[in-house]
């Protein structure tokens, strides 16, 4: 398969370009952070329940590690595969950048819809796979963490298989591991903590208020949407839509997202929620709202449906939820658009905070955590605002941009090898 295959990885090079040529940066770094560093990928065999064996393909890949090591999640869903990741990979690197860590991006996952397994046999998956990318990973080299699909149990496997490997217990191997391995407070929460962040300084930049008055829509009820959620009710908007792959629920006068997330976990969708309108997922994304959130997976608001979107603040909670051209538009329509790599960091930045823990030993409280989120998040937004004025783009190339010249910077600095 070619690197160029997925409609990601094409608008992400695309921005990478542009970027970097309204950014005036090195036509030579530009060059060389259009392709990954390596990729790896595998055959992941597991014995199924039933006995027989059935093998998915796996990926790990390493876009750039000149910040340091690699970080980037562990996807399990259908849609994997080399482009993707590549895309998904390169994302971290500028992601990573923008926000100031000292890690470099990677991405990895495999082709899989993990609710056709059953536990048993999600454990061998990521047993195998942990085995079969082992010797690209580590602390040091490239760590992983959950994402679409994989989540804190998945972690632990991971981490425990490796440590069967080496012979000793290497928690720094991954992040997103739950509390009782080594993982940090807040790391569950991070990203839709960091997306409701994000939706606050917009809404200081674009004079919109958080409040009563303020209608929320959020396409993907999961690990993203649903802390993302809490957060903005809980200082009053009214969240009037919700969705998930099984369609969508609106209610005028705001979900009561507590009971939304009782009735999520105990049905597996937001499908029938008591008190709630069933409506379809492209209704939710044309709903008469100040804060739209796109949470859930890449190219949902595309040319064909963007001149339907009338949300004045977009968070792309997801990665890529938006493509270029629907960027193009709705940013030159007047909405604020709060790029992935700057609104969805949230997740990696405690990431960064579980692994410098980790390493150190020494566990953080939860005020001190979300303290430094909230910080390098405002820190990050205040940048990407600046290029944006400073270059007259729209924030998606200015995150780009802000988050380039800090790799111009260093890669210039590191030189390259062989000179
Ligand atoms: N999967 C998340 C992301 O896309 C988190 C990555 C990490 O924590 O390393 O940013």
């Known amino acids: 398969m070619s690197l160029f295959e997925s409609p990601l990885f094409q608008d992400s090079f695309n921005q990478l370009e542009l970027a970097g040529s309204i950014g005036g940066l090195d036509p030579n770094i530009v060059e060389r952070l259009k392709y990954p560093k390596r990729a790896l990928q595998v055959a992941v065999p597991i014995r199924l329940d039933d006995g027989t064996v059935k093998t998915f393909q796996g990926f790990r ?81 490239d760590v992983p963490a959950p994402d679409i699909g994989t989540n804190g149990q998945t972690m632990a496997w991971f981490m425990d ?160 939820p938006i493509t270029k051209e629907a960027i193009e538009y709705l940013a030159g329509n007047g909405a604020f658009i709060i790029p992935d790599i700057l609104c969805n960091a949230g997740g990696v930045i405690v990431s960064y905070f579980e692994w410098v823990q980790g390493l150190q030993n020494f566990f953080w409280d939860l005020d001190q955590i979300n303290k430094k989120l909230h910080d390098i998040l405002k820190e990050s937004f205040d940048r990407v605002v600046l290029c944006s004025n400073e270059f007259n783009v729209d924030m998606k190339k200015a995150a780009f941009i802000g988050a380039l010249q800090r790799l111009d910077k260093a890669m210039r600095l590191r030189g390259l090898f062989p000179a």
């Open 61 to 141: 890949v390493q876009h750039n590690m000149t910040l340091g090591p690699g970080k980037g999640g562990i996807r399990f869903h259908p849609n994997v595969d080399l482009s993707e990741t590549a895309a998904l990979a390169m994302l971290m690197t500028f992601k990573c950048a923008l926000v100031g860590l000292p890690l470099g991006g990677a991405k990895g996952g495999i082709q899989v819809d993990p609710g056709d397994l059953s536990r048993q046999e999600l454990q061998s998956l990521t047993r195998r796979f942990a085995t079969e990318i082992s010797m690209l990973i580590g602390p040091n080299i």
């Open 161 to 320: 298989t490796y440590s069967q490997l080496k012979g000793y217990t290497v928690p720094g191997v991954v992040t997103g591991k739950p509390i009782a391995v080594g993982g940090s407070l807040g790391r569950a929460e991070s990203t839709g903590k960091g997306v409701a962040y994000c939706v606050n300084f917009a809404s200081t930049v674009t004079g919109i208020p958080i409040d009563t008055s303020t209608r929320v829509a959020i396409h993907g009820f999961g690990k993203v949407g649903i802390p993302a959620a809490e957060d903005l009710s809980a200082q009053g908007a009214k969240i009037v839509a919700i969705g998930d792959v099984s369609g969508a629920v609106f209610c005028g006068d705001g979900i009561d997202v507590k009971e939304a997330v009782r009735y999520v976990y105990a049905h597996g969708s937001v499908k029938g929620m008591p008190g709630t309108e069933a409506i379809t997922n492209e209704e939710l994304l044309s709903l008469e709202v100040e804060v739209l959130i796109p949470a859930a997976i890449d190219g949902i608001i595309t040319e064909k449906n963007m001149k339907n979107v009338k949300a004045k603040i977009i968070a792309e909670g997801a990665n890529g």
